[in-house]
């Protein structure tokens, strides 16, 4: 009930190409879906983040589509650039006190 | 724009030793979180807090304890520090209500011999 899935574990991406990272969630209770970029050494950063009553979502080169049916959502990077590498995580969370995570996923975009 | 600071980056420690981390945050929120993370491992929570003098176990929180008396500032203790505490460790923070979502920390890493 309380787990995110997240996958793929690491990606490998061509600058310039799209990177997809998808997860999936079980409490249908999490009202908030923020994804999270950390650079080694670093804290997690706020991305972007969707509510469940929005199909998607974009900022920039980050679009979060969510399909609330399938309890799913999706990251997306457009135009990939070497900078953008980086572990993503996506969570869920409700009513700002309970968070989960996914494991996270290591993002590779070569130059 | 929120900011959440911790006392340490890099902090080296001895077994044995009390070990106190220090997070503060500017934004007012109502909640405050402590994660460990360790490669592979994620991130694991080790206590929060939603309130001034209140707090609540997460999934690991063995070898540790909190203190939060003031709003702003919510202390990690290892009162007996073992290698096995060796991490990264995130402080956190977010509002109450509905789409509030959490802010971290810089982050410290504890190295303990």
């Known amino acids: 009930q309380q787990q995110v899935k997240q996958s793929p574990q690491s990606l490998i991406v061509q600058k310039g190409g799209i990177s997809i990272i998808n997860c999936a969630y079980e409490n249908t209770a999490f009202d908030y879906f923020p994804w999270y970029q950390q650079f080694p050494g670093k804290g997690p950063a706020l991305l972007i983040a969707i509510r469940p009553d929005v199909s998607e979502k974009k900022e920039g080169r980050f679009t979060i589509s969510f399909n609330k049916s399938a309890k799913q959502f999706s990251l997306h990077i457009m135009d990939s650039q070497p900078g953008d590498s980086a572990t993503y995580f996506c969570?869920?969370?409700?009513?700002?006190?309970?968070?989960?995570f996914g494991p996270g996923t290591r993002l590779s975009v070569l130059p | 724009d929120v900011k959440v600071t911790q006392s340490s980056r890099y902090l080296v420690k001895r077994t044995g030793e009390k070990v106190f981390l220090e997070c503060v945050q500017d934004m007012d929120h109502e909640n405050m979180f402590w994660y460990r993370q360790d490669p592979g491992l994620g991130l694991r929570l080790i206590y929060f807090s939603y309130d001034v003098k209140m707090k609540e176990k997460g999934d690991i929180p063995e070898g540790y304890s909190v203190s939060r008396e003031k709003k702003e500032r919510f202390s990690l203790i290892l009162e007996s520090a073992s290698t096995n505490q060796t991490s990264m460790y995130l402080c956190a923070s977010s509002d109450r209500g509905p789409q509030e979502t959490q802010y971290f920390g810089p982050g410290t890493r504890l190295l303990v011999l």
């Open positions: 969570a869920a969370s409700y009513y700002g006190q309970n968070f989960v």
